[in-house]
């Protein structure tokens, strides 16, 4: 069987998440679960002293990534291993199939930037970006870690370094993609995107104020609701609610609970905007439409962007409103209805 050392110990400092940045999610994966996918069929061992999957065999981490392949090596049992960190979570089957035939060998890629040691710039042709897997034969691999921890050279940083100090021994390189990224700190992350989108629908109907977008509008007829009736602020609000995929707004306020009626509809994004925030995600923008016959929106849709703005407390330039007549067709058309909807974007803080 083939096998695999993943590395997912350390104290992640530099990605200040307060805990392994391997337990860190990623379109709700654990950064760590991606490589065990990766490998899936190969030997596992797995290093580490607070994550603990299943079906893998468990290796103590070392105080550095030197020492937690050392500790690894003494446990593997077959003839090629393969050492990966984790947090090269994007590693592709494709380029780990390559790697087993060789008795040494890193995974790499060649440079895109100029690179410059002083005043020298260095010809990129004859450079590489070295990742993981790197590895190759155990027994070259565990005498290379042996020599080095009897001479307490515990520094290194990758595994052909070990290997190289000791024997000469050119390590065959598998030119990789330049997808396999480490995540260092949260600027390494990819961006996550959420899109969310709703409709609401309202009657016009006398002896009620028409607000929408937060705003009172100066018309004859008002929206019916159990809250206010501002169909912009409720399709706005059960977006947030569908991209995070948290339900309908009647979910959180449902129109039988004496509580809320007559709520304003302000309240009620503001909530929904907290629910947003709690799962670290922010808002990229929003674009909605308001479908009325009358009144016209133009001289009020400034106020409408403000308010949400503020509510939401993003920039008004991301907040877009639009308004269009129903052409007399149907109730929006003959006055006796308004509907907006809406379409958001989230991304992942």
């Known amino acids: 069987m083939k096998a695999v050392i993943l590395l997912a110990g350390g104290k992640g400092v530099r990605f200040n998440a307060g805990y392994n940045k391997l337990l860190y999610e990623i379109n709700n994966k654990k950064i760590y679960e991606y490589s065990l996918d990766a490998f899936k069929g190969y030997k596992i061992y797995f290093v580490s002293d607070d994550i603990f999957p299943k079906d893998v065999i468990q290796v103590k981490a070392g105080a550095t990534r030197f020492l937690s392949v050392y500790n690894a090596l003494q446990v593997v049992k077959e003839d090629y291993v393969l050492i990966h960190d984790c947090a090269r979570y ?15 060998f890193y995974v790499g890629v060649k440079p895109i930037d100029t690179i410059r040691t002083g005043n020298i710039t260095l010809n990129r042709d004859e450079l590489i970006v070295a990742q993981t897997p790197q590895g190759g034969k155990t027994k070259i691999l565990r005498e290379a870690y042996e020599l080095a921890y009897k001479d307490n050279l515990t520094n290194f940083t990758d595994d052909i370094s070990v290997v190289n100090h000791y024997f000469d021994i050119v390590p065959k390189v598998i030119f990789g993609d330049y997808d396999n990224i480490k995540i260092t700190t949260k600027e390494d992350l990819p961006k996550e995107y959420r899109i969310g989108h709703s409709f ?31 169909c912009l602020l409720h399709a706005i609000s059960e977006a947030i609610l569908g991209a995070l995929s948290l339900g309908d707004l009647g979910k959180f306020y449902p129109d039988t609970d004496p509580k809320t009626e007559g709520i304003d509809s302000k309240v009620i994004l503001k909530d929904i905007y907290n629910k947003m925030i709690d799962l670290d995600y922010g808002i990229n923008n929003i674009d909605c439409m308001i479908y009325a016959e009358e009144p016209k929106m ?14 939401l407390n993003i920039d008004i330039a991301l907040v877009s409103i ?22 958001i974007l989230l991304e992942k803080r």
């Open 90 to 104: 994007n590693i592709k089957k494709s380029v780990i199939d390559k790697c087993y035939t060789y008795d040494l």
């Open 322 to 343: 639009k308004a269009t007549t129903f052409e007399g067709l149907g109730d929006i058309g003959n006055k006796k209805a308004i509907a907006s909807d809406a379409t």
């Open 298 to 311: 133009a001289p009020y849709i400034l106020d409408m962007r403000k308010t949400i703005s503020n509510i």
């Open 200 to 230: 609401d629908i309202h009657k016009l109907v006398e002896n009620r104020p028409l607000v929408l977008g937060g705003v009172k509008l100066d018309y004859k007829l008002g929206l019916l609701g159990h809250s206010d009736g501002d």
